[in-house]
């Protein structure tokens, strides 16, 4: 499969879209808290989407037992997958969602460091500085309102937030620099789905969690959508898409995700949408396009000195009479001389 050193326009609206349903699952947790308790809702949204991934994998005769040398760099991605949702869950009883949300987007840097240390071909310039700084500050802008002075309580919470963005960074980074970056994008995800699923499940009840207490058609719905189009469908587009574009590229788009989930807020949930979303919409676009811009470098074959025009023909003959009585180059040394034939 070919890879690409930006985004074109079919992968961009890929991940535009991610984003945008990331951004809906944002709102169906929230829904779905209702009647289930959070880790083990995302433990159970794990282990649906694993069926649904074997079931598919089956039908399209995809191996996910084989033996590839994926296994133990497998389960450590999953490992830090099925942690870093622990850990989301468990920081927002302790801080703000808008300090949260602020902290979990700075992902993108980790990404982009992880990816210019680890991964051959995605060293990080300053066109990519400048872009990631200007979409994260559309974040900030956009969650302002709710920032406030945190307490000692809520910077525990903000340390686990942390740790949760850095999870997810080194999780991409693995799959981008691994094996698992050439094996079906489907034994990928296997890996991430399998572990998260089967701990934290029993884990969220080991925790005290009440589990499903509440299982209305709305909050069913709303699970389904999470298991279906979420955990199956979207992270299964993600990890085929890792495959394929820069690391840091993508993860800046990720950016989007909370301003969309601000949109989708005010249309489903009646939220106030404030002059500020559009600001933040404005320069987090901006960013992204700096981030995905090739950079513009003078060819050193064309490029001539300031004030160099043509030789002249006096140094043309010259040139010539040079390359013609030239000593033939060895062939240790340079080109082989039947190539000259």
């Known amino acids: 499969m070919k890879k690409h050193d930006r985004l ?31 880790a083990f809702q995302s433990g159970l949204r794990s282990l649906g989407a694993l069926l649904l991934l074997c079931l598919w994998s089956w039908l399209r005769r995809i191996p996910l037992l084989g033996s590839d040398g994926t296994l133990g760099v497998g389960l450590a991605a999953g490992a830090m997958f099925g942690a870093e949702f622990a850990l989301i869950f468990w920081a927002l009883v302790y801080t703000d969602v808008a300090r949260g949300v602020i902290i ?93 699923g089967v701990v934290l499940t029993p884990f969220a009840l080991l925790l005290g969690e009440r589990g499903i207490f509440d299982p209305t058609a709305l909050v069913l719905v709303s699970l389904a959508f999470q298991i279906v189009v979420v955990a199956f469908a979207s992270y299964l587009v993600w990890f ?22 601000l949109v989708f807020g ?31 470098t003078a060819s050193a074959s ?16 010259q040139a010539a009479l040079d390359s013609r009585f030239a000593a033939p180059t060895s062939p240790v040394q340079g080109e082989c001389p039947a190539r000259r034939l």
């Open 104 to 196: 979990l987007y700075t992902t993108p840097f980790f990404v982009a460091l992880g990816a210019h240390c680890f991964v051959p071909g995605e060293r990080l310039h300053r066109q990519q500085v400048v872009g990631l700084l200007a979409a994260f500050a559309g974040v900030v802008i956009a969650f302002a309102d709710g920032l406030t002075l945190p307490t000692w309580r809520a910077l525990i919470g903000d340390g686990m937030m942390l740790a949760a963005a850095a999870l997810w960074a080194a999780t991409t980074v693995l799959v981008k620099a691994s094996k698992l970056s050439r094996i079906a994008p489907e034994k990928t995800l296997a890996y991430q789905l399998a572990v998260s």
């Open 8 to 38: 074109d326009a079919l992968g961009s609206a890929a991940t535009v879209t991610l984003c945008a349903l990331w951004a809906l699952s944002h709102v169906a947790v929230k829904i779905a808290n209702a009647g289930i308790s959070p």
């Open 240 to 261: 085929a898409l890792i495959r394929i574009y820069p690391a840091s590229t993508l993860s800046a788009f990720t950016f989007l995700t909370p301003l969309f989930s």
């Open 266 to 296: 005010a249309v489903l949930l009646g939220e106030r949408v404030s002059a500020a979303l559009i600001a933040a919409l404005a320069l987090v676009a901006f960013g992204i396009w700096l981030v995905n811009r090739p950079r513009t």
């Open 302 to 317: 064309t490029a001539r000195p300031r004030g160099s025009g043509d030789p002249g023909p006096q140094a043309n003959a």
